[in-house]
């Protein structure tokens, strides 16, 4: 079994094809989208219909929830409102739909998948440092357990933070001790590296591995100018940050 975990999409469809191509690539078995499929840029509609075409499970994120309701969006800054009013705008009542049934965490044999954290999912709290993490264990039953929301790939294990940024390393996961995996962001990455990235857990062999993969930033960024929203929204996919 090789499961490939993927999150915060956030309506590139450029990242999230060249990454469904990778996962090909690798011979991923299962799949599983931790939520975020929309928001930021062009395409959410058309990355809401790839994502269900996969037939995966998949998990709620917050701007998934946010595009599905009519809240004046209050906390969010002017980027994120901007993009989700979009966002909105263009999804289909279908997909919508879709949206708002996902669950805001699964446990699947060995492991929990969540957007945010297992404390309290529905608040969206980002897990990057040691209380946060400490948060997450105190409410994790499994050995492992993936999440996205920061767009920071970062993995802690039992508590203590493993930092790990390099595209082909597989981490031998200890039997005997629990993680917490973030997998990182196909759409909108924020560590520096401005290439998709997600990862491949694989239960049997008790491994899980960064993957990074390049797309047409370009294409991306011209769509979300075109599209009248900020070109900042542009800038940030070439810079990460």
Not at 75 to 102: C, I, M, P, V, W
């Amino acid at each position: 079994m090789k499961v490939a975990v993927f999150s915060d999409i956030h309506s590139n469809l450029e990242a999230l094809e060249a990454v469904l191509e990778d996962m090909e690539s690798q011979f991923v078995t299962h799949r599983m989208c931790l939520g975020d499929i929309v928001g930021y840029s062009a395409d959410p509609s058309q990355c809401v219909k790839e994502v269900k075409a996969l037939d995966c499970s998949a998990i709620k994120g917050n701007h998934d929830e946010e595009a599905t309701c009519d809240s004046t969006l209050d906390g969010y800054n002017d980027l994120a409102k901007e993009s989700l009013f979009y966002s909105r705008e263009h999804l289909e009542q279908s997909e919508k739909e879709y949206l708002n049934t996902l669950p805001y965490e699964l446990k699947l044999s060995n492991s929990t998948f969540v957007h945010s954290c297992l404390c309290h999912p529905e608040n969206w709290m980002y897990v990057l440092s040691y209380r946060e993490a400490s948060l997450n264990f105190e409410n994790q039953t499994t050995p492992v357990a993936f999440c996205g929301h920061t767009h920071y790939p970062l993995i802690f294990e039992n508590n203590t933070p493993l930092r790990a940024y390099h595209t082909v390393k597989k981490i031998r996961l200890n039997k005997r001790r629990r993680y917490l995996i973030n997998v990182g962001s196909v759409g909108q990455p924020r560590d520096g590296d401005n290439r998709s990235c997600y990862g491949i857990y694989d239960p049997d062999e008790s491994f899980f591995e960064f993957r990074r993969v390049e797309y047409d930033i370009e294409k991306t960024a011209d769509k979300i100018v075109r599209a009248g929203l900020s070109p900042i929204l542009a800038a940030r996919l070439r810079a990460a940050m």
